[in-house]
């Protein structure tokens, strides 16, 4: 079933199934955010996590970006007569409540990139579980060259993903990377060629929902404190998670199924 709906002119919400589809839609001006995209996106996420029948959500944008970053333009944001905003505001305001709520989602994401993403557009495809990009996309930390830090979650994720000798090449240079040197050095899953990009979206969407969703968010937690934490602090979260899940239909289904030979049919959520 396929169900279409305009958050706002900006940002399209289409579910077919059990997939979520958000299209950043500012192609006029790269997809690039200001207040009431980063509002409507962060409206549709919560929205999101509290339908049992959304199972897995993918981040896209119409035109030829991804996302340009912040909209330098914006009120509030570009310097006036010489005099700076708060920017810090900007990020605590913002980005920082998005990137929290994109990063805890109870279902797994997916950043479809099909054109630049730069700056917190960057950051903002690399929060979500899987990022796949065109072959003609490409990624490129620019906060340097305005005299920024990197954010949106930046400065945590790229060590994480492509340890910090890239990481600090990456945001001190600015220079931009093709989507297949991307996926070479792991700051993304996967670069496809453009003709079967859309294809390979939804194949790739689809088989994420089907999957034991609910185990899937876990072990994105487990995975991200376990960066930070002792082999014995992640043996025990294992635990408690495996206690967790163990109780759930899903465990049972995914039994059943395999001495059965069938698919399973995951439900939990």
């Known amino acids: ?17 059990a997939v979520l589809r958000l299209t950043l839609n500012r192609p006029d001006a790269l997809n690039s955010l200001d207040g009431e995209l980063i509002a409507a996106l962060r409206s549709a996420l919560d929205e999101a996590a509290g339908q049992p029948q959304v199972r897995c959500v993918v981040l896209g944008a119409s035109g030829r970006a991804f996302c340009a970053g912040q909209d330098l333009k914006e009120a509030g944001v570009a310097p006036e007569g010489g005099r700076a905003k708060d920017l810090g505001d900007v990020v605590e305001r913002n980005y920082k409540p998005l990137a929290l709520r994109l990063r805890s989602m109870p279902v797994p994401t997916m950043a479809a990139v099909n054109g630049v993403a730069a700056g917190a557009g960057a950051s903002l495809a690399l929060l979500c579980d899987l990022v796949v990009a065109r072959r003609s996309a490409s990624f490129v930390q620019a906060f340097s060259a305005i005299g920024l830090v990197p954010d949106t979650g930046a400065t945590w994720t790229l060590p994480r993903l492509i340890g910090r000798a890239r990481a600090l090449g990456l945001t001190f240079l600015g220079e931009r990377i093709s989507a297949e040197r991307a996926e ?4 993304i899953w996967a670069c496809v060629d453009d003709a079967a990009f859309d294809s390979e979206v939804v194949a790739l969407a689809a088989r994420l929902a089907a999957l034991p969703v609910r185990a899937l968010a876990k072990t994105r937690q487990l995975l991200d404190q376990g960066l930070a934490g002792s082999l014995e602090a992640s043996l025990e979260a294992e635990a408690e998670a495996q206690r967790e899940l ?4 899903d465990f049972c289904e995914g039994v059943a199924a395999f001495a059965e030979k069938r698919p399973p ?4 959520r």
């Open 1 to 17: 079933m396929m169900m279409t709906q305009t958050a706002t002119p900006n940002l399209l919400v289409e579910r077919q199934g």
């Open 246 to 249: 163990g109780f759930g239909f």
């Open 184 to 187: 070479q050095i792991g700051l």
């Open 265 to 268: 049919r995951f439900a939990d």
